[in-house]
């Protein structure tokens, strides 16, 4: 029932949302634009942003931990970022042709991520699509391996063991290849080996079991899409020797890792070198980008033409223009000292909110991001994931939201995020939230 008087209070909250998504069913395919941005209770349909604030079409204004999935580390509406994109509208947003910005881009993330060479794009999805093409076109193999639950985009090759429930999953240290949804070609799911996270047996078994036919693997070196999954020590570092020893690559989609959890990304963090590294997210500033960095072996295939790498937008300049701003002006040193102090401050004080109160859970995080895990036992995996109750999440997202934080909607799985332009008050307030939903449950 408490959680029956928080989705009430939601729903008065948000009349003017629930008209228009009524009034727009006719034009816009399901109301939205994206089907994840109607989790329930209900869409929120967005007014403007500002700062670290958003507010929506009934006028109520949120602190922003939401991030738009992850984007806004550089909050909404920075002014580095309005100056940058705003002087490139006025010098023309889009010739198909490159732009001196994109040079200014490649170099400031080779010196960050350490890899040399890079190209551009929309999305993640073109991204982590990128990166398995590289990987077969590299090694004329077609088979590629990726861990369960993980989510990589919405392209074939990996729309594959993202699933609401493992009931037809096979068992956990072996999971089968269940695709996602109905337009991915069974054939090519079955090209897609799943194996869970930080299980280094499961990927030399699949490597022996498909002699000569593995490509690479593509994963998340820190988990970001089942809460917050750090990998077990020298997983990543062993995996990388151990995909090479058998001609294998290895991705990093750093999609959400990339520019939130240190400069350089998770591979800086953890200090693993891959292959390749996919980029989006934060680094568009706001504005749709991507990116894949690689190896000059992998991405000499694309200087030689043997790979076409390409779109329409590619190094779009309005983005590039965003994307430099980013990385030279917004997120610099300071701006990861920030996000730190921050950090301390939402883990420090959830852990004692759940503490004082006798409620389970714990806290993980990482530079920008974080997440509290209603949970007594640490999530290692998908299964674990599954096998955690997700009522603590969905009422924490309500009490969050009726309390004026805006957290990334479907409670259970998304962390918050935060921004250069949130202050101590911002993050003070989450953890009002959470000691009223304590209190309450307690
Ligand atoms: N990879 C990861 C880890 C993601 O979290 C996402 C998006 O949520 C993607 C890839 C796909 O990115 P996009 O939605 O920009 O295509």
Not at 73 to 86: F, N, R
Not at 138 to 152: D, L, P, Q
Request: proline residues 5%; contains cysteine.
């Amino acid at each position: 029932s408490m959680i029956a008087d928080q989705e009430a209070a939601f729903l008065a909250r948000t009349g003017e949302s629930r008209r228009i998504r009524r009034d727009c069913a006719d034009v816009l395919a399901g109301g939205v634009a994206s089907n994840w941005q109607d989790a329930p209770p209900g869409a929120v349909w967005i007014s403007h942003g500002s700062g670290s604030r958003i507010v929506d079409v009934d006028g109520t204004s949120y602190v922003d931990l939401h991030g738009g999935f992850g984007v806004g580390l550089v909050g909404h509406a920075h002014p580095a970022i309005v100056a940058a994109v705003g002087e490139r509208v006025r010098r023309g947003t889009h010739f198909a042709q490159p732009t001196e910005d994109a040079v200014v881009v490649a170099r400031a993330l080779a010196r960050r991520f350490g890899l040399p060479m890079w190209r551009f794009g929309n999305s993640g999805t073109e991204a982590t699509m990128d990166a398995v093409h590289l990987m077969r076109v590299a090694t004329g193999r077609m088979k590629i391996i990726k861990v369960e639950g993980s989510y990589h985009g919405h392209h074939d090759s990996v729309e594959v063991s993202v699933y609401p429930s493992a009931e037809d999953a096979g068992p956990a240290f072996r999971p089968r290849s269940v695709r996602q949804g109905l337009a991915v070609p069974p054939d090519l799911a079955r090209l897609t080996i799943v194996v869970p996270f930080g299980d280094l047996e499961a990927v030399e078994r699949a490597l022996i079991e498909n002699p000569g036919e593995i490509a690479g693997m593509i994963v998340e070196p820190i988990m970001m899409n089942i809460g917050l999954i750090p990998p077990p020590d020298g997983y990543l570092g062993t995996l990388k020797a151990l995909l090479n020893r058998h001609g294998a690559y290895l991705a990093f989609d750093e999609v959400k890792t990339g520019l939130a959890v240190a400069p350089g990304g998770a591979s800086e963090l953890l200090g693993v070198a891959p292959d390749l590294i996919c980029l989006a997210k934060a680094l568009g500033g706001g504005l749709p980008c991507g990116a894949i960095g690689g190896t000059p072996e992998l991405m000499g295939l694309i200087a030689e033409g043997v790979y076409e790498q390409v779109g329409t937008f590619n190094g779009n300049p309005l983005t590039m223009a965003a994307a430099r701003t980013v990385l030279l002006d917004v997120l610099n040193d300071g701006a990861y000292r920030h996000f730190e102090r921050l950090r301390a401050i939402m883990s420090e004080g959830a852990v004692a909110v759940l503490r004082a109160h006798g409620l389970a859970g714990y806290v993980q995080s990482f530079g920008a991001k974080g997440a509290v895990i209603f949970h007594d036992r640490l999530l290692r995996n998908y299964r674990d994931f599954l096998d955690y109750p997700d009522q603590w999440g969905q009422a924490h997202w309500l009490y969050q939201h009726n309390g004026g934080v805006f957290l990334p909607p479907w409670g259970k799985c998304e962390q918050w995020t935060v921004s250069v332009q949130h202050g101590e008050d911002d993050v003070r307030r989450f953890l009002v939230n959470l000691e009223r939903m304590a209190r309450d449950y307690a």
